[in-house]
């Protein structure tokens, strides 16, 4: 129900990335996969993209895993990188005359930084492998961390980017015909330019797959030590990706909600992190007449809003730190829409409130809500 908008650039977050980064260690093995777009968007183009020719695969002993995980590092960050440039020449040179400045930094984000830093850490990972025995492998990677930081403004901004290229596509019959013909030149028309923009999102997440595998089968001690260094390295930049996507995806939430709520004449900010929005009718507890609103629920307050068009009008701020949460079962016996109730209670004993619910499974899910804010 919000009015769109364009994707956040808070500097701010890029700031102190180091010290950023290095707090963000993660433990959690599949948390670095929850927040990037979803695990599986693109994960087919990138595993057909990524596939080295038979001809070019080089033959291993069978017991040789260390070997193999090793080619498929050098293979893939080849191929990847191939990709970029790709997009590059492909879309992005053909492409530029036929959009506004504005459409193209949308749709593009920071490809060419991608491009800069893809080609150098291709030519030191290919050196390693080939003329070092891997020696200096790890240390690659370890030097990588900060520059591969630029992955958390891509990340954060690629959902918008395809959403500015839908649009652009629907809008500029020019615009959808040339990205046909660049998908042609590119690929034979395998892939679009929608296919290929996720696919970077793709890579970041897998170096530290590709090196925890390569660490399994690692036997040198030395050697496995130093891996699991470039291991962490690469957690941590995945677990920042994460965590950039998210902050920026919340201040792309809390701007939506300051634009679409009128008469609201504070910083939606000052009221933490939003945990939830949607339809509930509420009641005070010395009156049985049920009002039919739309609530904002943050970290710190409930905006109470009347919906007013495809916006809303402001109606009252209810203080949560002011007010603890309690259950009213008897509502659920009722068995009927909008009779799910809970109470929020004051806790100086000032008159409550009663928010009522269309199901009961959205009563659970506004009962955690409440909870996580209170």
């Known amino acids: 129900p919000f009015p769109t908008e364009e994707s956040v650039n ?35 183009v990138y595993e057909d993209l990524m596939k080295a020719e038979e001809a070019h695969q080089p033959k291993y002993p069978e017991n040789d895993i260390r070997s193999c995980c090793l080619a498929e590092i050098k293979q893939t960050e080849e191929k990847y990188t191939e990709t970029l440039e790709s997009i590059e020449k492909y879309f992005m040179a053909p492409l530029k005359r036929f959009l506004t400045a504005a459409e193209f930094d949308s749709v593009f984000i920071n490809i060419p930084e991608l491009v800069k830093v893809h080609r150098n850490l291709m030519q030191e990972i290919h050196d390693s492998i080939v003329n070092k025995n891997d020696q200096n492998l790890y240390q690659v990677f370890i030097n990588y961390k900060e520059r591969l930081v630029i992955y958390g403004q891509y990340c954060s901004g690629v959902e918008s980017a395809i959403s500015s290229l839908d649009y652009i596509s629907k809008t500029k019959e020019d615009v959808k015909l040339k990205l046909e013909e660049c998908s042609k030149r590119a690929n034979n ?13 793709q890579r970041v997440l897998k170096y530290h797959l590709l090196l925890q595998e390569l660490v399994k089968h690692t036997t ?16 941590d930049l995945a677990q920042y990706v994460n965590e950039v996507k998210r902050d920026n995806e919340t201040l792309r939430e809390i701007k939506q909600f300051q ?40 970290d710190l307050a409930v905006i109470v809003c009347k919906r007013k068009g495809d916006n809303y009008e402001m109606k009252e701020i209810i203080d949560l730190q002011q007010y603890k949460i309690a259950n009213n079962p008897t509502t659920d016996k009722e068995n009927k829409k909008w009779s799910y109730g809970f109470y929020l209670i004051h806790i100086q004993g000032q008159n409550g409130l009663e928010f009522y619910c269309k199901t009961k499974d959205l009563k659970k899910k506004w009962l955690e809500q409440f909870e996580m804010a209170l």
Not at 29 to 39: A, I, R, T
Not at 189 to 201: A, E, N, S, W, Y
Not at 220 to 235: G, T
């Open 220 to 235: 040198d001690p030395v050697e496995k030590a130093n891996l699991k260094l470039a291991l962490d390295a690469m957690k």
């Open 189 to 201: 028309g395998k892939f679009t330019l929608r296919d290929l923009l996720v696919v970077p999102m």
């Open 259 to 298: 634009l679409s709520i009128e008469n609201l004449n504070q910083p939606v900010l000052l009221f933490g992190r939003p945990q939830g929005d949607g339809e509930i009718r509420i009641t005070t507890l010395d009156k049985h007449t049920k009002q039919e609103r739309h609530i904002f629920l943050f």
């Open 10 to 44: 808070d500097d701010d977050i890029y700031k102190g990335l180091p010290d950023l980064i290095d707090e963000t260690r993660v433990e959690d093995e599949e948390g670095l996969y929850d927040c990037v777009y979803g695990e599986d968007e693109g994960g087919e």
